[in-house]
């Protein structure tokens, strides 16, 4: 992400996103937490000419080859630059890796490597939503929680 970023943006999209989530809540949609990692070094096994700069040189391919690994592009994703990590052949590497919310669509669910939870996500089934719920492994109970993490950090500095 490019640009100044200060503490009162974080603050504002914060709040943009509570409203967002009541709004989706209010209308039937499942708050449960789906996300997905997608390391750069899948993408190399799968496409061997990959480059980490298609991001910006082909956005469009790049977008559908995070789909096709489970992402939803259409949605906000983020790159977590180099990290050390497990990639899903349960392989160590260090690299980077897009997080983002895991796809839905019926495709997705039913293909066989959909997680648990967004499969769970799709039934949008208020008991499920409130299982998940006690678990902090919904929407709105992580962005309270990392809000919480955040607040502790700036009181230890």
């Known amino acids: 992400m490019k640009g100044h970023y200060t503490m009162q943006t974080e603050v504002k999209q914060t709040e943009d996103k509570q409203k967002t989530l009541r709004k989706v809540h209010q209308k039937g949609f499942s708050l449960i937490s789906a996300k997905i990692h997608v390391s750069e070094s899948e993408i190399a096994m799968q496409y061997p000419d990959y480059v980490s700069d298609w991001i910006e040189t082909k956005p469009f391919k790049f977008q559908e080859i995070l789909w096709d690994f489970g992402l939803d592009s259409t949605q ?82």
Do not use: P
């Open 76 to 157: 906000e994703y983020v790159l977590q630059e180099v990290t050390s990590h497990r990639n899903r052949l349960g392989e160590q590497v260090t690299c980077g890796r897009y997080y983002g919310n895991e796809r839905l669509d019926d495709d997705w669910i039913k293909s066989g490597y959909a997680s648990q939870s967004a499969k769970d996500k799709a039934l949008n089934n208020k008991l499920l939503d409130e299982s998940y719920r006690a678990r902090y492994e919904t929407e709105d109970t992580q962005d309270y929680l990392e809000r919480r993490d955040m607040y502790d950090k700036s009181n230890k500095d």
